[in-house]
Structures are given as C-alpha cells and as structure tokens.
C-alpha cells in the first residue's frame, strides 16, 4: 500500500512537471513568432525606404511615361505621270520624272515613335511631348526628324508642334503620308497661350516660328475650336510679314490667310467633312501650296510671292483650296474614304502674269479602302486622278495607286 501511494505521488509529480514544460515550451514558441514578425516588419521598413530613395533619385520618378508609335511601309505606283514635276508630291522619294509612264516606289521612313510625358510640379500639371519619325523632306531618305516637342503647363505651350493653321480635326483619313490636297499638317516652333472657355469652346492664339522665306517677326495664328456631340466647327488666321531685297531695298509686304472647316458625324458609321481656305502671299501653311519658278535677286518664285525687279515691288500669289470628304464604316474590319480637293489660284494678279507657268489650277479625287486583320493593324490601298492647269493654260495628268502597311502601338 505504501509501495503504490509512493508511485502514484510520483506520477503526479511528473505530470506536474510536463506541465510547467509544456507551458515553458509553449511560451518559448510564442516569443519566437513574435520576434520573427518584428524582424519581417523591420525588413519590409528597410526595403520600403530603400526604394523611395531609389525613386527620388530617378529623373522619371514622379513623371508618368506613354510610349507609342506606328510602324509603316508606304508604296505608289504611277499609272499616268507627267514629265514635269508632278502636282502630288506625297511621302514617296523623288524618281526621275522623264520619260512619263509607270513607276513604283516604297519607303519605311514614315515609321514613328513618340512618347507623352505628364508630372505635377507644386500642385501645377505639367505635359510634354516628343515625337519623331525618319522622313526627311520630299526625299524620304531616313533621317532622324522631330515633329512634336515641347512642354504644356498652365495653357502655355512652348515648343514645336501642329501650327493653328493646321486643320487635322476636320480630315478625312488617307493612305497617303501627306494627307489630301487642302488639308494642312504643318508644325511649327511657337509660343501658344489656350482659353479654354468651357467643354465645347476652345481658343488658341500663338506667335509661330515660320522658316519660309523672310520675315522680321513671327507669324500670329489664332484657331477657334467648336465641339458638341456629332459636330465640330473650326475658324483659323494668321497674319505673317513677308520680305526681300529687291534694287538693294528690303521690301516688307502683309501675307494672311483665313480657314474654315467642318466634321459632322451623319450616323454611327457615316461622317462628313470639309475644308476651305483663302491665303494671300504664303506657300507655309497649307500643304502643295509651294511653286517654284524663276529666280530673280536669288529669290525663286513660290507659292507665296515673286520678285518684280521692274517695279520694285513683290507679287503675291493668291489662291483658295476646297477639300469635301466622307467617310464611311462598313464594317468591324472594313473601311473606306472618298475626297474631292481643288486649289483654285488667282488668275488676275501681277503673280499670275509674271509666272505663267505656274499653277493655276489643281484637282484631286480620290478613293481608299482599309483593312483591320488585327488591332492595331490596318492596310490599306488608295487611288488619285489628278489634274493640273498652268496659268498659260497647259494641262496635266497624273493616276496613281497608293499604298500602305501600318501597326500601331
């Protein structure tokens, strides 16, 4: 009996010592998760500081980045050409024109890459933007062009970009790299200052860098933009300085223009729209306005004025353009594009009678086609029927198929 009371105290005090152990044991395991978890928070801290003095460090930390661009194959095949100097010059390089007949031609230099650029510095957005693609004049020969840079910030924009005289928001889409006749594209270096005066209403007025022949001063532009739902309605000018040296005396004469366009949606898949314009004494501006003609005191003839030696004078040219184009959705993979385009020039100036060689009259229709496979990706084939006029009444035609091969990302 004592034998088994002596067992039992000592079983019971073993029990009583696993026990405390396991507690001992148990409270062990817990301070070591404890300790885990604050060392994994004290990491986490350590690497969250680290990147944020990686990021303050980069330039583009803040700044968000869009990259994009097209890639693009452009080809022509002439199917009637003239030998002279063909009145569609579009993105193609220049071949020999002589003897007339067929001729093809393809270039890449179209291609394009740009990237938009936004921050907010005190409270205050800023934008930016650089744009360049490979295309180098009429030659199309490779070379590494900007066409957009510049930075936005409090309705200031200041760099290079679309002139307000440009009238992209009216255009019917081509194949073509030079867009129709009697649209314009041209960019310019320019100070521009935005009112935007509600949703629908938009006014910019800039100071324009125009490097086409002389002038003391920048050209002044101003565009009124109107947009609510299927319409939008432009009105455009500028006022610009022309100048040459003519019997040693420089002679300053006023160059302006004026534009109104026009884009109305008629359904969901069926839009129309127009522009025209009237410029006195400018080749810039408008696209396929340029001429070249006789040389006189080193100045050629252009599609904005001549040298008149005789009197002393310089001659503007004057024309208006027309351009009406509709556009059709036919449909998820399907589109297509109809435009008719005229320059009309004055006939009755002293330019038109001091070059009479020049044009006098340029017509264009036109009709394309677009294929979207995949997003993204479009092809597309166009055909031109041309005509021009001389102010001495000679007549020209040109025929052409235009093509293109395009990803966009």
């Excluded at 009371?5 to 395991?29: D, N, Y």
């Excluded at 650029?117 to 800023?126: P, Q």
């Excluded at 500028?238 to 040459?244: I, L, M, N, T, Y």
Aim: net charge negative.
């Amino acid at each position: 009996m004592k034998f088994q009371l002596k067992v039992l105290a000592c079983g019971i005090s073993i029990l009583g010592s696993t026990a405390v152990f396991a507690e001992s044991v148990e409270q062990r395991i817990s301070t070591l998760e404890q300790q885990l978890n604050e060392l994994k928070t004290q990491q986490q801290n350590e690497v969250q500081q680290t990147t944020s003095v990686s990021s303050g460090s980069s330039l583009f930390s803040d700044t968000d980045i869009k990259v994009y661009g097209i890639v693009r194959m452009d080809g022509s095949l002439d199917l009637k050409d003239t030998a002279g100097s063909p009145f569609v010059s579009n993105q193609l390089p220049s071949v020999n024109q002589t003897p007339a007949g067929h001729r093809s031609a393809f270039t890449l230099t179209a291609t394009r890459l740009g990237m938009d650029l936004s921050k907010n510095v005190n409270d205050t957005s800023v934008k930016g933007k650089i744009e360049m693609d490979f295309w180098d004049g009429l030659e199309g020969n490779g070379k590494l062009r900007i066409r957009h840079a510049y930075v936005d910030f409090n309705n200031w924009l200041i760099g290079q970009t679309v002139s307000g005289m440009s009238n992209l928001e009216t255009l019917t889409e081509s194949v073509d790299y030079t867009l129709f006749m009697g649209y314009s594209w041209t960019r310019n270096p320019q100070v521009r200052y935005n009112f935007d005066f509600s949703p629908q209403h938009n006014l910019k007025l800039a100071a324009e860098y125009v490097d086409s022949r002389s002038s003391e001063i920048p050209a002044l532009t101003a565009k009124y933009t109107f947009k609510q739902d299927s319409l939008t309605a432009l009105a455009q000018g500028f006022v610009h300085e022309k100048r040459a040296t003519v019997n040693g005396d420089d002679i300053d004469k006023l160059s302006w223009g004026a534009g109104l366009g026009l884009k109305y949606q008629m359904t969901p898949v069926s839009t129309l729209q127009g522009h025209a314009y009237h410029v006195e004494g400018d080749q810039k501006f408008v696209s396929y306005a340029q001429q070249s003609g006789d040389q006189v005191n080193g100045f050629a003839a252009g599609g904005d004025f001549s040298v008149n030696n005789a009197q002393n004078d310089l001659d503007l040219n004057k024309f208006n353009t027309y351009v009406l184009g509709y556009s059709h959705k036919l449909s998820e993979q399907w589109r297509m594009n109809v435009v008719g385009s005229l320059f009309d020039y004055d006939d009755s100036t002293a330019y038109a009678r001091n070059n009479p060689t020049l044009n006098k009259k340029l017509t264009d229709l036109a009709a394309n086609v677009f294929y979207t496979p995949l997003k993204n990706i479009d092809i597309g084939m166009e055909y031109h029927h041309g005509k021009r006029e001389s102010f001495d009444g000679s007549e020209f035609d040109v025929s052409r198929l235009n093509f293109v091969t395009m990803y966009k990302f």
